[in-house]
């Protein structure tokens, strides 16, 4: 999925783990484990790949991603903070839509790993350029494992002196076989659809995916099951901290309108989203708050 990338080694950090870069000295961190292969790049602390050995890749990536530590990446698993969507109209104009983190350089944290699996993580703390765009004080972590599965955890603290709110989302591309032999269990009752004025509506028990979908379902349970008949196999998707599972692909006419994603793109990508898009997450002066999922 990212050998189109041509990734050359800068440093190893670890038996598994190495520092990498592409033409354009953008920097990488690859995995390549005896139980899975992952990379993640520093500009947004942005996993694109993660394969379980032996496996299809679990994550979608765009062949026409940029890399450029300027622009979002499209595909992988963006992490969307401190706010979901357009940012609250008292922060003021201009701002980037899905918040600041998935477009900042992060530094890489702790490496540690064993026979099972790699945890890494990567840690972004506030600036001045930070504090002008959202007025907190944070450090925020996240923290990956990766062996059989993956899991992220992303973990905010206020290091501030006044309670902060925030929204998010580990913004999941998923790598699907096509659309036609994928459904979805679990996603909950009702949901927010916002292709049609989002308007509030009744889920089915089990989601084909056969067009267009931008939906908030916000009665998520733990557990979300994304099943492939085309790869002979079910993702156990399950997360904590969120209040919404957001179900996206972009379909042919959004596909189009992309430069970042092939016209094709949306056949084999679909997006599942532990999410916190309703009621804002409050964390008080030096207090935590977890946002995690992992897939199985």
Known sequence: M???????????????????????????????H???????TLHGAHLIHFQPTGKAPIIWLSKT????NNKA??????????WFGAPAAELGNGLPSHGFARNTQWQLGDISEDESAVTISFKLVD??????????????????????????????KNTGNESLTYLAALHTYLNIS???????AGLGPTYVDSLDNKCMKNGAEKLSIAGPIDSLYIEPTDKVTLMDSGY????????SGHDTIVTWTPWVEGARGMADMPDDGYQTMLCLEA?????????????????????T
Do not use: Y
Not at 4 to 25: E, F, G, I, R, W
Not at 34 to 40: E, G, K
């Open 2 to 32: 990212i050998d189109h990338l041509k990734l050359t080694t800068k440093q190893p950090l670890s038996p598994s783990v190495q520092l990498m870069t592409d033409a354009n000295q953008v920097e990488f961190i690859s995995i390549a």
């Open 34 to 40: 005896p139980n899975a292969q992952a990379c993640f």
């Open 65 to 68: 991603a940029v890399f450029d």
């Open 73 to 82: 990446i499209r595909g992988g698993v963006p992490i969307c903070w401190p």
């Open 127 to 156: 600036t001045p350029a930070t504090q002008a765009l959202w007025p907190h004080s944070f450090e925020l972590t996240l923290t990956a494992t990766i062996g059989d599965s993956v899991q992220l955890s992303l973990t905010t």
């Open 178 to 184: 096509a659309p036609e032999k994928t459904s979805v």
């Open 232 to 239: 002979d196999r079910e993702l156990a998707i399950q997360s």
């Open 275 to 295: 999410a916190i898009t309703g009621t804002a997450v409050e964390v008080a002066p030096g207090q935590t708050h977890i946002l995690s999922t992992s897939i």
